[in-house]
């Protein structure tokens, strides 16, 4: 288990389509725990594989609250099959946006068909924070970002001011 550098807006890299993982191999194993480690240290909710530079279909989420246990959840090549016609206002953040939030109106209810970590075929029907969340992580895996869905000035503000930051390192 190892902590992994977080990769940051405007690293093309998080534009990139993810592939698929065809089987579990101790690779996607180790994969996981570096995942779940650099998710809870940064800390977060949500990390999709491409936001430490591997571009495979791996999603990791914990929306536990303060109060509560720890409950990690494990995505591996998840798919929307099904999304509510109501839609849900929630702000959002993103560990490759660092301290950027904006809202963000999604689908309130979706049905989601993933592997999980034994590889077994799982479907579940998320509401609430882990909708919305469980939506923006399978954003990552195609190259789709929240701020994509923001008026064209603000992505283009945020844009920039990333751009800046990165040019003065
Ligand atoms: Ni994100």
């Known amino acids: 288990m190892a902590l ?11 534009r990139e389509i993810s592939r698929p993982i065809e089987r579990l191999d101790s690779a996607t ?27 495979v279909r791996l999603v990791t989420i914990d929306v536990a609250g303060k109060d509560e246990p720890p409950a990690p959840m494990v995505f591996i090549n998840p798919e929307i099959t099904w999304a509510s016609e109501d839609k849900n206002v929630h702000e959002e953040g993103c560990l490759s946006i660092p301290d950027y939030y904006e809202e963000v109106e999604r689908p309130s209810r979706v049905r989601v068909r993933f592997r999980d970590r034994e590889f077994k075929e799982q479907e579940i029907d998320a509401d609430g924070l882990l909708a919305t969340c469980i939506q923006h992580e399978i954003d990552h895996l195609n190259g789709v970002l929240f701020i994509d869905y923001l008026s064209r000035l603000k992505r283009e503000r945020v844009t920039k001011k990333f751009a800046k930051a990165a040019r003065q390192g």
């Open 29 to 55: 194993g180790s994969l996981i725990e570096d995942m779940l480690a650099t998710m809870y240290d940064a800390p977060g909710i949500g990390l999709a594989a491409i936001q430490i530079a591997e571009p």
């Open 4 to 14: 992994r550098p977080i990769i940051i807006l405007p690293d093309t890299r998080l």
